[in-house]
């Protein structure tokens, strides 16, 4: 069974950074897709940040480009978002997600989450 475990989520001022991780378990990490969601109190979940199974493909929403940054060690089992330059609209719970299939970026599994909080 897939098992995707984040932490690092905290409250942060604005301009401050946090680095979230994800940890997997259940499965072959290295072969898989990682996603990093987020969904604001009151919105929809939204995309934020991609990798591929390799790390060498890496995936940006606009809102958060040159700002976040997504990493693997598949040694570790383990992904990662640096988040840099924050600000009160990245307030979120962001949840880790990975595809039931490899070569695809269709999630089916995801994690508990864990709150962000950006004051200004």
């Known amino acids: 069974q897939v098992q995707l475990v984040e932490s690092g989520g905290g409250l942060v001022q604005a301009g401050g950074s946090l680095r979230l991780s994800c940890a997997a378990s259940?499965?072959?990490?290295?072969?898989?897709?990682m996603g990093w969601f987020r969904q604001a109190q009151g919105k929809e979940r939204e995309f934020v940040s991609a990798?591929?199974?390799?790390?060498?493909?890496?995936y940006y929403a606009d809102s958060v480009k040159g700002r976040f940054t997504i990493s693997r060690d598949n040694a570790k089992n383990t992904v990662y978002l640096q988040m840099n330059s924050l600000k009160p609209e990245d307030t979120a719970v962001y949840y880790c997600?990975?595809?039931?299939?490899?070569?695809?970026?269709?999630?089916?599994?995801w994690g508990q989450g864990t709150q962000v909080t950006v004051s200004s």
């Open positions: 997600a990975t595809p039931a299939e490899p070569n695809t970026y269709e999630y089916k599994y």
């Open positions: 259940g499965r072959t990490f290295s072969s898989y897709a």
């Open positions: 990798i591929s199974w390799s790390g060498g493909l890496t």
